[in-house]
């Protein structure tokens, strides 16, 4: 199984500020990796597919870069609605995947 | 507009079964599979299993095996999961979400809360 790990745990920024999430893949994924954002008692909303691609209606502050085994989801400048939960997942294996652990983005 | 709507929360003792539905519109049911993810309180998200809308084949995460069963009904375009002997760490939300090949999962239905509890 490909094991997905997220760090950190937990990013404590302020509005405005740049986030930087990564993902690390136990082995190659190629590019089939995607971010998701959930929000408390939400489900989950796809952001960025096959490593670098912004899904229909996402805003262009959040990009995502990366191949093989490690991966960035960026977020150029916090917005307070940005505040939430961020999962990689993995779909090399399809139909199988793989969520990585998670970031919490806090308010600091 | 594409939309998965999910059957409501359930609270089931140990031992027992329980059957979730996710109820899709908005698009060609049978040109897409339908995954299943669960999280369990304040965790993670766990891929449950897949199942193809087209032809029925499904592909289980390998901790559920023997437990889990997906199926399909095109003439509703209606998705089905059903876990059987339920324990108290399948307590969970779980989702449906749409599922190409290769592509990631780009709708979700809004969650079923499934309580094991005696």
């Known amino acids: 199984e490909i094991v997905l790990t997220q760090s950190p745990a937990t990013l404590s920024l302020s509005p405005g500020e740049r986030a930087t999430l990564s993902c690390r893949a136990s082995q190659s994924v190629s590019s089939y990796l995607a971010w998701y954002q959930q929000k408390p008692g939400q489900a989950p909303r796809l952001l960025i597919y096959?490593?670098?691609n912004r899904a229909t209606g996402i805003p262009a502050r959040f990009s995502g870069s990366g191949s093989g085994t490690d991966f960035t989801l960026t977020i150029s400048s916090l917005e307070p609605e940005d505040f939430a939960v961020y999962y990689c997942?993995?779909?090399?294996?399809?139909?199988?995947?793989?969520f990585g652990g998670g970031t919490k983005v806090e308010i600091k | 507009q594409v939309q998965l709507v999910q059957s409501g929360a359930e609270v089931k003792k140990p031992g027992a079964s329980v059957k979730v539905s996710c109820k899709a519109s908005g698009y060609t049911f049978t040109s897409y599979g339908i995954s299943w993810v669960r999280q369990a309180p304040g965790q993670g998200l766990e891929w449950m299993g897949w199942i193809s809308a087209y032809n029925g084949n499904t592909n289980y995460a390998q901790k559920l095996q023997g437990r889990v069963t997906m199926t399909t009904d095109t003439s509703t375009s209606t998705a089905y999961m059903e876990l059987r002997s339920l324990r108290s760490d399948d307590t969970a939300v779980y989702y449906c979400?749409?599922?190409?090949?290769?592509?990631?999962?780009?709708?979700w239905g809004q969650g079923t809360l499934v309580t094991v509890s005696s």
């Open positions: 979400a749409r599922d190409g090949d290769y592509a990631p999962n780009d709708y």
């Open positions: 997942q993995q779909r090399s294996n399809w139909p199988q995947c793989t």
């Open positions: 096959d490593a670098s």
